[in-house]
């Protein structure tokens, strides 16, 4: 899979994606990433990426021509067929399910706007999709690019060890994480769940899905709605809710 990102600040995508996941990832060849910097698609004294809005109006626009010539050499440098995406907070919100299919596309380029955003001409003519990460506003771009770079690579064959692997596709995909514990037993007054001590690793897993199950009731029950529930969990939430005063 090939990564490509257009923006106007290069190294924040390759200094953050070179660490963790994403930079052995690259390391081990699985994923390539490049960037483009439309400044150097410019070609005036003062390398003008933005100009002012027709119709007035705060801020700055991004203008065509530098993206439009960034994007082409970004496909240039691929092999096959891309996907040209904007990152906007207009895009649609992007979700676990969005970013799986993301996995079977060769070369996903991605456009990160600064400024008040890009010209629309370029997001009707260059752009595949326009993808959001949430109703919430971030400065530009360049951290929604990372977003997606990061989970998309986590999706892909041989990133993972075994162990990680199996935990994405297990059965409580879809709830929110039980608690997890770790040493000390006992810090001052607050001790681990028994059960977490009790080897007995059949109720283990029963009270490990019960506090997923109950965690999200209580959190995100938006993600509840969409979900069919085993009898046995559907006993197990029952059980989490009596006990909740
Ligand atoms: C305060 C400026 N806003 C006026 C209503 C518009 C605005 C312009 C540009 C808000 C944010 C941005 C920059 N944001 C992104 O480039 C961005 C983003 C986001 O802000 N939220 C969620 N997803 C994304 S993806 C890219």
């Keep these: 899979m090939r990564f490509d990102v257009v923006t106007l600040f290069p190294e924040m995508i390759t200094a953050a994606a070179s660490y963790g996941v994403t930079g052995r990832a690259i390391e081990r060849e699985i ?6 910097n439309p400044r ?8 003008t990426v933005d100009d002012r809005p027709y119709g007035g109006g705060p801020g700055m626009v991004m203008k065509y021509q530098s993206l ?3 994007v082409n050499d970004a496909k240039q440098a691929g092999s096959g067929t891309a996907k040209v995406v904007y990152l906007s907070p207009q895009g649609k919100p992007i979700t676990q399910a969005l970013l799986s299919e993301a996995c079977d596309i060769s ?4 456009v990160a ?5 890009v010209d629309e001409r370029f997001v009707d003519r260059d ?3 326009e993808w959001s990460v949430g109703d919430y506003v971030i400065s530009g771009g360049e951290l929604a690019a990372l977003i997606v770079i990061d989970a998309v690579t986590r999706l892909l064959p041989g990133v ?3 162990k990680e692997s199996a935990l994405q596709d297990s059965h409580m995909n879809g709830l929110l994480d039980y608690p997890h514990f770790t040493r000390p037993e006992q810090l001052e007054t607050c001790s681990v769940p028994d059960v977490l001590l009790s080897g007995n690793h059949a109720d283990i897993e029963r009270w490990r899905m019960k506090q997923a199950l109950g965690r999200t009731w209580q959190r995100r029950p938006d993600l509840l709605k969409n979900k069919n529930l085993s009898a046995e969990q559907e006993y197990l939430l029952t059980q989490f809710k009596s006990e909740v005063e």
């Design 107 to 110: 070369q996903l380029i991605l």
């Design 31 to 36: 994923v390539s990433l490049s960037v483009w």
């Design 113 to 117: 706007g600064r400024y008040e955003g």
């Design 68 to 70: 439009h010539d960034a």
């Design 40 to 47: 150097d698609y410019t070609h005036d004294k003062h390398k």
């Design 160 to 162: 993972l060890g075994h």
């Design 127 to 129: 752009c595949d999709d």
